[in-house]
């Protein structure tokens, strides 16, 4: 049977059925997968421990559901189509049955050096296929994979690598990006020398000079020369852990996100084949990064398990001009384009100039994710990309969702610019104001919880379970909370109105406050620092640190470049601060508490209606720091 959603009655019709009768949902469509034992029971499920299982004592193989499934019915169609860096280089083409003896021999290679079940990997790589090669490789032999976004930094790939007790570490000696070389093996190396691991595997990109340490580095091509090509997949429980996913939360220190097999799997491709109405034979492009849950979720997981042709690019938007993504949706005639507003937004402002020598008639579905996307970056996207004729479906998610939750099926359910619109079946999500009460009805806006299982949702924190439960499963008891605003219109449409907690979503990216302010507290003329959001043009988020000095010497300008340095250094050149304020104080309670509340409208520049500031402990701070400001 189909689990693919045609029109709008019908969704309504399978949403109330999901919500009926959750088990008998899931279980229908998780039906259509290969497992190797049956489950005994849908769910086992508490939001107080939290405890979730999905699947119960069921037995599979993620790989299998994405290559033997495949290998016989369409083994010649491209799974993985790979459009380098310099569009002068030849991409690549990998058929599902390429694929599966890829993914054959560097698992073989993989369990040669000693990786067994249940062990970390962390995967640390440009955008090149054997990143995803890489991905499944561990999936298939039951070693846990967690991917590192390659524009990290040591000391953040280190603390990573620390976290979940890496064995291994797979990386590249570089790679290519824009007019840019950038070092990788490099930064691993630095990594490594705080955070040891047995083995490192390179693949060979850029072919520029590294250095090999004996006995722990080993070639890509060395390690899988003359390996066998098949193997039998490793058996894994429906609740095995799949990968770890480092992501920022309000406190300092990045979470690992668990994710574990069976439900991870039938969500993926379930709300993949019915978000996007992906057709066998259509390309599908999203421009995501492997190192972000979006393309953990919808470059690798979901479109091969559908047994979609995913597009994957090494480049950047703007390389060698502000065509070359419309330029690849010509080459390739990709159907469906995914994206981030940043990216459109960043697009927006070279003017359609860009688009027009292109072809994009291909184009069906236009797809947003990461951050709210404005008005008018949506209307820009409609018009110009779209040519008024492809759907535009915003979806709301989180890497502690695992898979798309809010958003409109494509050419299905009617679209609203910056509306993520109705929640997937299976998805009960509930508003709820700051004590938890449930607002009911329509015309609400409070704070987005969930309060059902879904199968892929976040299962534990990697290490701390309690984090977890403090993180997710407390703030509003018996609810998952997603740390968003939302408004639910008089047409019953959500729409995500971005973070309540002290997270900035710069570019798509989640960056914790408090983690930036500790990079920046690393400097050693930094006295205390505090660090908020602001409203960006292209970012969408910008971030604005203010900062007690002891100024030594220094100009302000050279301090502030260096605070910036530091936090490049320590997080990685995302975490940048755009503005950094040098001032004498910090707008305090008496209790100390720092009133972010104010820091934030100074930042955003509404300086007339700060609220009231009658329990700070020094009222003039707020002056100097308004007189002050970037
Ligand atoms: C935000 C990315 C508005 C939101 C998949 C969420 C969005 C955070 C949207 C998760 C959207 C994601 N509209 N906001 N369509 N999609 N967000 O974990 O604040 O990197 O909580 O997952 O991005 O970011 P993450």
Redesign the pocket.
């Known amino acids: 049977m189909s689990d693919r959603l045609h029109t709008l009655s019908g969704y309504f019709h399978e949403y109330q059925k999901s919500v009926a009768q959750p088990e008998e949902f899931w279980a229908r469509i998780a039906d259509s997968f290969h497992w190797k034992k049956r489950w005994d029971k849908v769910l086992d499920w508490n939001f107080d421990e939290p405890n979730v299982n999905w699947f119960v004592k069921g037995k599979l193989n993620i790989t299998e559901n994405i290559l033997e499934r495949h290998l016989f019915t369409i083994g010649d169609r491209p799974a993985i189509i790979w459009e380098p860096n310099d569009p002068s280089e030849e991409g690549r083409t990998i058929t599902y049955r390429e694929l599966y003896h890829e993914v054959c021999k560097f698992s073989n290679a993989l369990k040669a050096k000693g990786i067994q079940k249940g062990d970390k990997v962390i995967i640390y790589m440009p955008m090149v296929p054997e990143a995803a090669i890489a991905m499944l490789a561990c999936a298939r032999i039951g070693a846990v994979h967690s991917v590192v976004f390659a524009g990290f930094s040591s000391s953040a790939l280190s603390d990573r690598i620390i976290d979940c007790g890496a064995k291994a570490v797979l990386t590249s000696d570089g790679n290519f990006r824009g007019n840019k070389k950038i070092a990788v093996k490099a930064v691993v190396d630095e990594a490594l020398e705080k955070a040891p691991v047995d083995t490192v595997i390179v693949y060979q990109r850029t072919r520029q000079d590294v250095i090999m340490k004996e006995g722990r580095d080993h070639w890509w091509h060395d390690v899988i020369d003359g390996i066998a090509d098949t193997n039998k997949a490793e058996e894994m429980d429906s609740e095995d852990m799949l990968f770890i996913l480092y ?1 920022s939360g309000s406190t300092g220190k990045p979470k690992g ?1 668990v994710h574990t097999t069976g439900g991870y799997m039938v969500y993926t491709k379930y709300s993949f084949e019915n978000v996007f109405q992906y057709s066998p034979g259509d390309v599908y492009w999203c421009t995501a990064d492997i190192g ?3 393309g953990h ?1 919808y470059i690798v997981y979901g479109p091969l398990l559908s047994g979609a042709t995913s597009l994957m690019f090494e480049g950047v938007p703007t390389f060698p001009d502000a065509g070359r993504f419309w330029a690849v949706v010509e080459k390739y005639k990709v159907n469906t384009f995914y994206t981030a ?1 940043t990216a459109i937004r960043a697009l927006q402002a070279y003017g359609t100039d860009p688009i027009e020598p292109y072809d994009l008639s291909s184009l069906k579905v236009l797809g ?6 404005n008005e008018e970056a949506w209307h820009w996207y409609h018009t110009h990309v779209g040519k008024s004729k492809c759907p535009i479906v ?8 695992g898979g ?1 939750m ?2 409109p099926l494509a050419g299905i359910t009617p679209t609203k610019p910056a509306y ?1 619109t109705l929640p997937l079946p299976g998805v009960q999500l509930c508003i709820v104001d700051a004590e938890g009460k449930e607002l009911k009805g329509n015309s609400v806006e409070g704070n987005l919880c969930v309060k059902f299982p879904w199968p892929s949702m976040i299962r534990t924190t990697y290490g701390d379970h309690d984090r977890c439960k403090q993180t997710y499963f407390s703030t509003y008891k018996g609810m998952y909370f ?3 605003g939302v408004k639910r219109d008089h047409d019953g449409y959500y729409r ?4 309540v907690d002290d ?1 900035i ?1 710069v570019s ?3 960056m914790g406050t408090a983690e930036v302010e500790n990079a920046i507290n690393e400097h050693p003329l930094v006295i205390e620092s505090a660090v908020v959001g602001f409203p960006h043009e292209v970012k969408g988020q910008g971030i604005y640190a203010y900062v007690i000095c002891d100024m030594k010497n220094r100009t302000e300008e050279n301090l502030t470049n260096e605070i910036k340095d530091t936090v490049s250094k320590i997080i990685g050149p995302i975490a940048k601060p755009d503005k950094v304020q040098i001032v004498s104080g910090l707008p305090k309670t008496r209790s100390g508490k720092i009133m972010r509340r104010i820091l934030r409208k100074v930042a955003e520049g509404s300086v007339e209606n700060l609220g009231d500031t009658s329990t700070l402990l020094d009222p003039e701070v707020v002056e100097q720091i308004i007189a002050g400001r970037k």
């Open positions: 992501t996100v972000w849950i979006t979720s507003p947003s994710v990461g951050e709210p996307i915003d979806t709301w998610w989180q890497t502690e969702t798309i809010v958003s993520a997603t740390g968003d995500i109105l971005g973070r997270v979503n798509g990216h989640r």
